[in-house]
């Protein structure tokens, strides 16, 4: 029988290779997920016991907001394929919960309260359900919440007749451009070489991922050698840079989109302050806002 991690990384080869053809093997399929599921299993196997979770805005939620991006990959533990993208996102949304659940145990704080999808810098609120998109490498759940001293009249979630999963009722608008000047092309090495990276391999397989999100969006590598992405963001730039900033390390651009920005010369590099200085926001690249759509 065939390696299912062989044919898996033979298949995502194919699609990075096909890129310059835009061949279909990029995909974003949108889903929404119930969450109580997910919450029961965490508790039951004590992964967020000691953190209240309250799902839905909360106008009236006061403390630190934080944004998190789950991520998972296709495939289990042991490396077999996962039957599909509900089992993925359910991963992803797990992800997304123990990253809000170790922001909260971080700042001393026993609850997160008014938890909505945030997927591509939009606020979804869902209540009980949240957003996820599978793609062809990962499946990825990014939700923003309140960390509070305590959530009053919790609600039981696993009462809630929501479906546990079902395709977003909607059409997702897609940015058509980045809000700020996308530097040139300064000719390091093709977009789809995926060994011209300059890190480790292992952060290479993170590039990879990058290919095949959708525009617009950006690649960045900071001064220890770590990367990040941001893909399906008019801001992708500079969220991909921020978050650098947050870590408190220097970081550059080295692909957005289809073309690689990246200089061996330090100086020539592009960081958030380039962004800042050099490259102000222009309005007039501001697709215009296209309301969702229902399915026919």
Same mark, same amino acid.
């Given at each position: 029988?065939? =390696?299912?991690?062989?044919?898996?990384?033979?298949?995502?080869?194919?699609? *990075?290779?096909?890129?310059?053809?835009?061949?279909? &093997?990029?995909?974003?399929?949108?889903?929404?997920?119930?969450?109580?599921? *997910?919450?029961?299993?965490?508790?039951?196997?004590?992964?967020?016991?000691?953190?209240?979770?309250?799902?839905? !805005?909360?106008?009236?939620?006061?403390?630190?907001? @934080?944004?998190?991006? #789950?991520?998972?990959?296709?495939? #289990?533990?042991?490396?077999?394929?996962?039957?599909?993208?509900?089992?993925?996102?359910?991963?992803?949304?797990?992800?997304?919960?123990?990253?809000?659940? $170790?922001?909260?145990?971080? =700042?001393?704080?026993?609850?997160?309260?008014?938890? *909505?999808?945030?997927?591509? #810098?939009?606020?979804?609120?869902?209540?009980?359900? /949240?957003? &996820? $998109?599978?793609? /062809?490498?990962?499946?990825? %759940?990014?939700?923003?919440?309140?960390?509070?001293?305590? *959530?009053?009249?919790?609600?039981?979630? !696993?009462?809630?007749?929501?479906?546990?999963?079902?395709? +977003?009722?909607?059409? =997702?608008?897609?940015?058509?451009?980045?809000?700020?000047?996308?530097?040139?092309?300064? #000719?390091?090495?093709? !977009?789809?070489?995926?060994?011209?990276?300059?890190?480790?391999?292992?952060?290479?397989?993170?590039?990879?991922?990058?290919?095949?999100?959708?525009?617009?969006?950006?690649?960045?590598?900071?001064? +220890?050698? =770590?990367?990040?992405?941001?893909?399906?963001?008019?801001?992708?730039?500079?969220?991909?840079?921020?978050? &650098?900033?947050?870590?408190?390390?220097? &970081?550059? +651009?080295?692909?957005?989109?289809?073309? /690689? @920005?990246?200089?061996?010369? %330090?100086?020539?590099? @592009?960081?958030?302050?380039?962004?800042?200085?050099?490259? +102000?926001?222009?309005?007039?690249?501001?697709? %215009?806002?296209?309301?969702?759509?229902?399915?026919?």
């Amino acid at each position: 029988m065939a =390696n299912p991690l062989k044919l898996r990384a033979a298949a995502t080869v194919a699609c *990075v290779l096909a890129l310059v053809a835009r061949d279909a &093997c990029a995909r974003d399929t949108g889903h929404l997920l119930r969450v109580s599921d *997910v919450v029961a299993e965490m508790r039951s196997d004590g992964t967020v016991a000691d953190v209240a979770f309250a799902f839905g !805005a909360d106008a009236g939620a006061q403390g630190q907001v @934080v944004r998190v991006d #789950g991520l998972a990959r296709p495939y #289990g533990p042991r490396g077999e394929p996962l039957p599909d993208d509900e089992q993925t996102c359910r991963q992803a949304l797990r992800d997304a919960l123990g990253q809000l659940a $170790h922001a909260a145990r971080q =700042n001393g704080k026993p609850a997160v309260a008014g938890i *909505v999808s945030d997927a591509f #810098g939009r606020p979804f609120d869902g209540g009980l359900q /949240v957003e &996820c $998109h599978s793609g /062809v490498t990962h499946s990825a %759940v990014a939700l923003k919440g309140t960390l509070v001293d305590a *959530v009053p009249n919790l609600s039981d979630a !696993a009462a809630a007749p929501v479906a546990a999963f079902a395709d +977003l009722p909607f059409d =997702n608008p897609t940015p058509a451009a980045h809000g700020r000047v996308v530097p040139a092309s300064t #000719g390091f090495a093709e !977009a789809s070489n995926i060994d011209a990276v300059p890190v480790q391999a292992a952060q290479r397989d993170r590039y990879s991922d990058y290919l095949m999100l959708r525009t617009p969006k950006a690649f960045a590598i900071d001064e +220890l050698g =770590n990367t990040r992405q941001v893909g399906h963001a008019r801001d992708a730039m500079v969220r991909v840079l921020d978050a &650098c900033t947050k870590e408190h390390v220097r &970081c550059w +651009l080295y692909a957005v989109d289809d073309r /690689v @920005v990246w200089s061996a010369d %330090v100086e020539r590099r @592009v960081g958030l302050a380039q962004l800042q200085d050099d490259r +102000l926001f222009k309005p007039s690249m501001i697709p %215009v806002a296209t309301p969702p759509r229902a399915r026919p």
